[in-house]
Nanobody
Framework: QVQLVESGGGSVQPGGSLRLSCAASGRTWSSYFMGWFRQAPGKEREFVAAIAWTGGSTVYADSVKGRFTISKNNAKNTVYLEMNSLKPEDTAVYYC???????????????WGQGTQVTVSS
């Protein structure tokens, strides 16, 4: 049974930092993309970042480039999203997701976690 379990969300002031974790289980992930998405109230879910489990190539949304970093720990089957210089517009539920490797890192994810809330407010 595939499981993606996020943790690490919370409340932080603007300019602060948080690190999200996604523990992945239930299959061998070597041929998968692992992605982070977010959904703010009243808005559609949007892509944030993705990493290829093998090789570690990454891709980011323009809105988070230079502030967020996606990484992985193969031994722990865990993907991380380090978020720095947080802004109020980063407030959203953040979801971990997975899909088989192909040419499109932004779409077509078919495994999802339950989400973790990130609130950036003074």
């Amino acid at each position: 049974q595939v499981q993606l379990v996020e943790s690490g969300g919370g409340s932080v002031q603007p300019g602060g930092s948080l690190r999200l974790s996604c523990a992945a289980s239930g299959r061998t992930w070597s041929s998968y993309f692992m992605g982070w998405f977010r959904q703010a109230p009243g808005k559609e879910r949007e892509f944030v970042a993705a990493i290829a489990w093998t090789g570690g190539s990454t891709v980011y949304a323009d809105s988070v480039k230079g502030r967020f970093t996606i990484s992985k720990n193969n031994a722990k089957n865990t993907v991380y999203l380090e978020m720095n210089s947080l802004k109020p517009e980063d407030t959203a539920v953040y979801y971990c997701a997975a899909k088989r490797l192909d040419l499109d890192a932004l779409n077509g994810y078919n495994y999802w976690g339950q989400g973790t809330q990130v609130t950036v407010s003074s």
